[in-house]
Nanobody
Framework: QVQLVESGGGLVQPGESLRLSCQASGVIFSINAMGWYRQAPGKERELVATVTRGGSTTYAASVKGRFTISRDNAKNTVYLQMNSLKPEDTAVYYC???????????????WGQGTQVTVSS
């Protein structure tokens, strides 16, 4: 059974940094795009950043220049380095991946359970 497990969330002050990690586990054949989304209280879930298997990246305008997404294909892991954090970055951050299990013939979309990031003084 495939799982995406996030780690690295926490409470930080404005201007500080955090690094989120998300590892896909299970019998995985291949992973295409991986990404991070976030959902703040009372708001819809929004895209933060994505990275393709080849390393091409996209970012939400609100995080461009402050956040960096990367992945380690050998470890089935995606990272989100968050610098210069602001109170408006406070949200639950979710990992997302399009992946194919060894025993299936198509790619399915998977979500992690979420990790809380709180930016407050």
């Amino acid at each position: 059974q495939v799982q995406l497990v996030e780690s690295g969330g926490g409470l930080v002050q404005p201007g500080e940094s955090l690094r989120l990690s998300c590892q896909a586990s299970g019998v995985i054949f291949s992973i295409n795009a991986m990404g991070w989304y976030r959902q703040a209280p009372g708001k819809e879930r929004e895209l933060v950043a994505t990275v393709t298997r080849g390393g091409s990246t996209t970012y939400a305008a609100s995080v461009k220049g402050r956040f960096t997404i990367s992945r380690d294909n050998a470890k089935n892991t995606v990272y989100l380095q968050m610098n210069s954090l602001k109170p408006e970055d406070t949200a639950v951050y979710y990992c997302n991946a399009d992946l194919r299990e060894l025993t299936t013939f198509g790619y399915l979309n998977y979500w992690g359970q979420g990790t809380q990031v709180t930016v407050s003084s």
